[in-house]
């Protein structure tokens, strides 16, 4: 059982502004120190960021227009870093907070609907929403006629209200509420995105579910914010793993549009 979002549901483009503003920060320091919060819905966008990096209202709304429209009015407000946290960072890679991880294998039910939830992103480009429990499928497409669609999956169970046009108009986003739809089985007491690579919630996510991947084992950490290491290598290797991985997928915006299962 397994359910997939695609990069317009309005959760995910709470994300992709998140990872946005991410990247806007590393774009100036190598290291940034970066939490953003997003909420957007029903024609307004707010925006917490603790940083270390200053980002203008200006360039904050360009990205907001960019990801979820023109329209947005947005709101955004930027404080520091606690000084406790910063100070945690003062002499090396320290881990950034305190976490439990799990990393699990993909299974073929999971790759399996998040292909039809490209291909459908790839068709309509329109937020969506799908389940797949064994056999039995669930699409849910806007703006995608239903009958259309049924064309492709007769045995589909497609959009049980009737056609719906999605969007940020019918539903309110944050960040960090599908992380189902972006680890599947794995498991994280945090977020994955808006945040440094610092954040063991970024790093050791993604460390935990390539390492998954790589032994096909479940993988189960656990971290004290301070830690230099972690799983038996420097904390500082894990960011760096983490920071290629990201760098692979074009930055933290893009992260954030499928998250870790893609």
Same mark, same amino acid.
């Given at each position: ?22 990247? #806007? ?13 997003? *909420? ?44 406790? *946290? ?33 291909? #459908? ?27 259309? #669609? ?10 049980? #209200? ?101």
């Amino acid at each position: 059982m397994f359910e997939k979002v695609n990069p317009s549901h309005p959760d995910k483009v709470a994300d992709r502004i998140a990872g946005a503003l991410v990247d #806007l920060a590393y774009a100036r320091e190598h290291d940034p120190r970066i939490a953003v919060e997003v *909420l957007i819905g029903h024609g307004v966008c707010h925006i917490i960021a603790e940083t270390s990096v200053h980002i203008t209202d200006e360039e904050a709304a360009a990205v907001v227009h960019r990801i979820a429209g023109e329209r947005i009015l947005s709101d955004y407000i930027e404080v520091p870093q606690d000084a406790h *946290l910063a100070d945690n960072q003062t002499d090396g890679v320290h881990c950034g907070d305190n976490g439990i991880f799990k990393g699990m294998p993909v299974t073929e039910e999971q790759n399996r609907l998040t292909d039809i939830a490209r291909f #459908l992103y790839g068709v309509y480009g329109c937020d969506g929403k799908y389940i797949l429990d064994g056999d039995r499928l669930i699409i849910c497409q806007s703006n995608a006629e239903t009958a259309h #669609l049924l064309e492709t999956y007769p045995e589909a169970e497609v959009n049980p #209200l009737g056609d719906w046009t999605g969007g940020t108009d019918v539903d309110s986003g944050a960040t960090n509420r599908k992380l189902g739809s972006d680890m599947a089985d794995s498991v994280t007491g945090g977020g994955l995105h808006g945040k440094d690579l610092s954040k063991a919630d970024v790093s050791v996510n993604i460390y935990a579910w390539l390492k998954a991947q790589e032994t096909d084992r479940p993988v189960e950490l656990v971290c004290a914010i301070g830690d230099d290491s972690l799983d038996g290598r420097p904390y500082a290797e894990i960011v760096e793993t983490a920071r290629k991985y990201i760098e692979s997928l074009g930055g933290f915006e893009k992260f954030a549009e499928w998250g870790l299962l893609r």
